[in-house]
């Protein structure tokens, strides 16, 4: 029965589908199993799949940052800007990824001690940092970046003997990681916690406010350095760089399974939402569909993973209370 009920949990679901999409792609689509095509695949999504992670826990934690994308342009911006005034690539890099963390820092300030829904907070810093990444670079494009860093980024460099790129070896790195501070230590016991029950958690002795800003902080860190890679790999530094990718992020991590709510979620599950886009996404491709078709598609599975775990939820307290309703006292 305990095998049973773990074969219908929702990460696993959404495994089973990752794997059922891919299997379809090798069967009906020619060039799909190619490494050059795989190795392309999967990167086009290490920008999203990096800003992922840290989001994870922030939404195991009840909370959310929609700035993510916006930081990310900010970073390809300053990062433009800096490089066409003659800096040097080594000190732009720690630069950027400063202005990440004080992103990061406000997000966390104005939730924790101003008090605010993470919610709104963000949607008012992704207009904010976009704003700001237009003001660094305006309109422009700045190209030409050395290509001792940038040969790292691209779908053509691969770790020897594999069909994974560098940022996609970076992300399983981090995702190891990732997993287990939430699975196996104290730390990520508390962050089921906070997004469980935050004053529980709270007069429990976890100090939920240093905790929250350091995920933010994290998050803003991670979509700067994102920021870098998305500039290196397309070779072309612009102020709308990753715009809408914060809906592609938020949909990985709600289609593997993560409750909005909070406290309730895996990695695994949140690794296999972002590779199960990242799939479709380069399924549909090949198959010429296009790209508004994309979009909706990426829509209609950020409202599955929404509504489809709800009313299984739904579902399964009802058959509960009708049993306990029928059965003798």
Same mark, same amino acid.
Request: aromatic content about 8%; charged content about 10%; cysteine-free.
């Given at each position: ?7 219908? =949990?929702?990460? !696993?679901? *959404?495994? *089973? ?14 060039? $799909? ?31 959310? +940052? ?29 630069? *950027? ?7 990061? @820092? ?13 919610? /709104? ?22 190209? +030409? ?9 691209? +779908? ?39 997004? /469980?029950?935050? +004053? ?6 976890? =100090? ?10 994290? !998050?803003?860190?991670?979509?700067? $350095? ?44 949140? *690794? ?13 491709? @090949? #198959?010429?569909?296009? #790209? ?14 929404? @509504? !489809?775990?709800?009313?299984?939820? !739904? ?15």
């Amino acid at each position: 029965m305990r095998l049973l009920r773990t074969g219908l =949990r929702w990460d !696993t679901a *959404v495994g *089973v589908l990752l794997v059922a999409v891919f299997v379809t792609g090798l069967g009906t689509t020619d060039g $799909f199993a190619s490494r050059d095509n795989l190795a392309f695949a999967f990167n086009d999504i290490a920008e999203v799949a990096l800003m992922a992670l840290p989001m994870t826990l922030l939404v195991v934690a009840g909370q959310v +940052d929609l700035s993510v994308a916006s930081m990310l342009g900010l970073s390809s911006a300053l990062t433009g800007q800096l490089w066409d005034s003659g800096w040097a690539f080594e000190t732009i890099v720690p630069v *950027v990824l400063l202005v990440g963390v004080a992103g990061g @820092l406000l997000n966390g300030w104005l939730v924790t001690k101003v008090g605010l829904p993470s919610l /709104a907070v963000t949607i008012g810093t992704l207009a904010l940092y976009r704003g700001l990444a237009s003001v660094v670079l305006g309109s422009n494009a700045i190209t +030409d970046f050395p290509e001792t860093y940038a040969k790292w980024a691209v +779908d053509t460099t691969t770790v020897p003997g594999t069909f994974i790129t560098y940022p996609v070896a970076l992300f399983i790195v981090l995702a190891v990681v990732a997993a287990v501070v939430l699975h196996a230590t104290g730390l990520g016991r508390s962050l089921f916690a906070i997004g /469980a029950q935050e +004053d529980a958690a709270y007069y429990a002795g976890i =100090r939920v406010g240093r905790i929250k800003l350091a995920l933010f902080v994290v !998050t803003g860190l991670v979509s700067a $350095f994102a920021g870098v890679v998305f500039t290196l790999r397309y070779g072309s530094a612009r102020a709308d760089n990753g715009q809408g990718f914060e809906m592609l992020v938020i949909a990985s991590v709600l289609l593997g399974g993560i409750d909005f709510d909070g406290g309730k979620g895996t990695l695994f599950g949140a *690794v296999a939402g972002v590779l199960l886009i990242g799939v479709l996404k380069n399924l549909l491709t @090949l #198959n010429d569909v296009a #790209n508004e078709v994309q979009v909706i598609v990426t829509g209609l599975l950020l409202v599955a993973s929404v @509504l !489809t775990p709800r009313l299984i939820s !739904t579902v399964s307290e009802r058959r509960h209370r009708r049993a306990a309703a029928t059965s003798p006292n």
